[in-house]
């Protein structure tokens, strides 16, 4: 069964940081260009950064040095690290891959989301005091 499970949201201060988790399961992770998006409260689903088969990583958005992407292969995943979380950073967090074996990881946000294969089910991040 393919499936992709996230991991590692929850409730942080303004200014934490978190490190979340995507797991595949079914098939090679590190065979296919993988994103993270988030989707804040009433709002669409966005990008926020996605790490190609060969480890070239792309950032959407505003979030800028606040984020890592990074293949941990031994585990099947990818992971992303947030750091000096904003309220504005709170939603939810999935993971995705892109569609076909071997296809990089576009650099406009709109065609990433047009090709777009498997979704994870998502992690809630909750930046409060």
């Not at 979030?63 to 995943?77: K, L, P, S, T, W």
Request: hydrophobic residues 30%; charged residues 20%; proline residues 4%.
């Amino acid at each position: 069964q393919v499936q992709l499970v996230e991991s590692g949201g929850g409730l942080v201060q303004p200014g934490g940081s978190l490190r979340l988790s995507c797991v595949a399961s079914g098939f090679t992770l590190g065979d296919y260009g993988t994103g993270w998006f988030r989707q804040k409260p009433g709002k669409e689903r966005e990008a926020v950064s996605c790490i190609g088969t060969t480890d070239f990583s792309t950032n959407y958005h505003s979030v800028g040095g606040r984020v890592a992407i990074y293949r941990d292969n031994a585990n099947n995943a990818v992971n992303l690290d947030l750091d000096d979380l904003q309220p504005d950073d709170a939603g939810v967090y999935y993971c995705a891959t892109v569609r076909h074996r071997g296809r990089p990881c576009p650099s406009l946000e709109s065609d990433l989301l047009q090709v777009i294969g498997v979704w994870g089910q998502g992690t809630q991040v909750i930046v409060s005091t």
